[in-house]
C-alpha cells in the first residue's frame, strides 16, 4: 500500500512563501497516476487545491490561481506545492492525496 509522507509547513506572514513536498512509498506506482493537494479547515469540507498528472497536466482550485505552483519528480515519487503570496484564509491542514491514500496533513498558518 502506498505511503505519503508530507513536509513543509508552518507559520508564515501574509505575502509569505511556503513549499510543501509529498513523498509516497510503497505500493503500486498506478497510484501515483494523478496526485493533489488538498485542505481542510476545521468545520468545513476537504477541498482540492491543486492536482497533477504523471504527465504533468495540472488543475487548480480558483482561490490559489497565479499564487500556488504544483509539481512533480517522477523519479523520486514526490510532488511539490510552491506557495506564494500567502493569505490568512490559505490557513488549514494541507493533504497530500494519491490513489486512495491521504498523508496525514500538515499545517500551514498565514498571520502576522
Known amino acids: 500500500q502506498v505511503q505519503l509522507v508530507e513536509s513543509g509547513g508552518g507559520l508564515v506572514q501574509p505575502g509569505g512563501s511556503l513549499n510543501l513536498s509529498c513523498t509516497a512509498s510503497?505500493?503500486?506506482?498506478?497510484?501515483?497516476?494523478?496526485m493533489g493537494w488538498y485542505r481542510q479547515v476545521p468545520g468545513r469540507q476537504r477541498e482540492v487545491v491543486a492536482q497533477?498528472?504523471?504527465?504533468?497536466?495540472?488543475n487548480y482550485a480558483e482561490s490559489v490561481k497565479g499564487r500556488f505552483t504544483i509539481s512533480r519528480d517522477n523519479a523520486k515519487k514526490t510532488i511539490f506545492l510552491q506557495m506564494n503570496n500567502l493569505k490568512p484564509e490559505d490557513t488549514a491542514v494541507y493533504y497530500c492525496?494519491?490513489?486512495?491514500?491521504w498523508g496525514q496533513g500538515t499545517q500551514v498558518t498565514v498571520s502576522s
Open positions: 497533477i498528472t504523471i504527465n504533468a497536466y495540472t
Open positions: 510503497g505500493g503500486s506506482d498506478l497510484s501515483l497516476l494523478i
Open positions: 492525496h494519491a490513489g486512495s491514500i
